[in-house]
T-cell receptor, first 112, second 116 residues
Framework: DQQVKQNSPSLSVQEGRISILNCDYTNSMFDYFLWYKKYPAEGPTFLISISSIKDKNEDGRFTVFLNKSAKHLSLHIVPSQPGDSAVYFCATPQGGSEKLVFGKGTKLTVNP | EAGVTQFPSHSVIEKGQTVTLRCDPISGHDNLYWYRRVMGKEIKFLLHFVKESKQDESGMPNNRFLAERTGGTYSTLKVQPAELEDSGVYFC??????????????FGQGTRLTVV
C-alpha cells in the first residue's frame, strides 16, 4: 500500500507547453513535500518543495501546488524544455522521521 | 564542493557472494541515508545515520544487509550473502540539517547492483 502515488508512469508534452505532474498521498499528517528530478544513470536531484502551510510555491519555471483537502499536489513546468525530460519523483518525510517516502515516478518527455 | 559520491557505479555478482557499497557524503553533512530502487518500483528508504549512529534502520530488508559509518564520515553497505531480489539501484543521500528547517537531501548517482 503506497503512501505516495504517482498514477501516471509517463507524460509527453511539446516544447513550450505546460507539463503537469501529479501526486496523491494518503496520510493527512504529511506536512512537507518535495519533488526530485532524475536523469538516467544519475541520482535524484532536489527540484522544489512545499510546506503544508502554503498552497503554492514557485521557483522560476517550476510551481508546486498543494491541495490539502484532496491530499493532492502537482508540479507545473512552464514553459517545458527538452532538458526537462527526466523522471520526476514526489516525496514526503514520513511522520516525524527524516526518511523520505517516494512515489514511483513519472517519466516526462518534452519533444522539440 | 564535491557532491555525494558512490562506489562502485555498477556491480554484477553471483548469488551467494558478498558485495560492499561505499558512500562518501558531502563534507560536513551529519545525516546520511541509504535508499534502494528495485526496477519499476519506488525508491525505498533503508536506513539513516546521524554522524556514526544509526538513527533509523527500519527499512533494512533483513540481516543480510549491514551498514556502517565509522567516524561519521563515509558509509558502507554490505550485502552478504547476496540474493537475486537484492538487485536494484542503491542510492546514498546526505543532508546537513533536519527537515524542520526545510533542507533537502542530496543524492549520489547510485550503485546499480545486479545479482545473477
Amino acid at each position: 500500500d503506497q503512501q505516495v502515488k504517482q498514477n501516471s508512469p509517463s507524460l509527453s508534452v511539446q516544447e513550450g507547453r505546460i507539463s503537469i505532474l501529479n501526486c496523491d498521498y494518503t496520510n493527512s499528517m504529511f506536512d512537507y513535500f518535495l519533488w526530485y528530478k532524475k536523469y538516467p544513470a544519475e541520482g535524484p536531484t532536489f527540484l522544489i518543495s512545499i510546506s503544508s502551510i502554503k498552497d503554492k510555491n514557485e521557483d522560476g519555471r517550476f510551481t508546486v501546488f498543494l491541495n490539502k483537502s484532496a491530499k493532492h499536489l502537482s508540479l507545473h513546468i512552464v514553459p517545458s524544455q527538452p532538458g526537462d525530460s527526466a523522471v520526476y519523483f514526489c516525496a514526503t518525510p514520513q511522520g516525524g522521521s527524516e526518511k523520505l517516502v517516494f512515489g514511483k515516478g513519472t517519466k516526462l518527455t518534452v519533444n522539440p | 564542493e564535491a557532491g555525494v559520491t558512490q562506489f562502485p557505479s555498477h556491480s554484477v555478482i553471483e548469488k551467494g557472494q558478498t558485495v560492499t557499497l561505499r558512500c562518501d557524503p558531502i563534507s560536513g553533512h551529519d545525516n546520511l541515508y541509504w535508499y534502494r530502487r528495485v526496477m519499476g518500483k519506488e525508491i525505498k528508504f533503508l536506513l539513516h545515520f546521524v554522524k556514526e549512529s544509526k538513527q533509523d534502520e527500519s527499512g533494512m530488508p533483513n540481516n543480510r544487509f549491514l551498514a556502517e559509518r565509522t567516524g561519521g564520515t563515509y558509509s558502507t553497505l554490505k550485502v552478504q550473502p547476496a540474493e537475486l531480489e537484492d538487485s536494484g539501484v542503491y542510492f546514498c543521500a546526505s543532508s546537513q540539517q533536519l527537515r524542520g528547517v526545510g533542507t533537502e537531501a542530496f543524492f549520489g548517482q547510485g550503485t546499480r547492483l545486479t545479482v545473477v
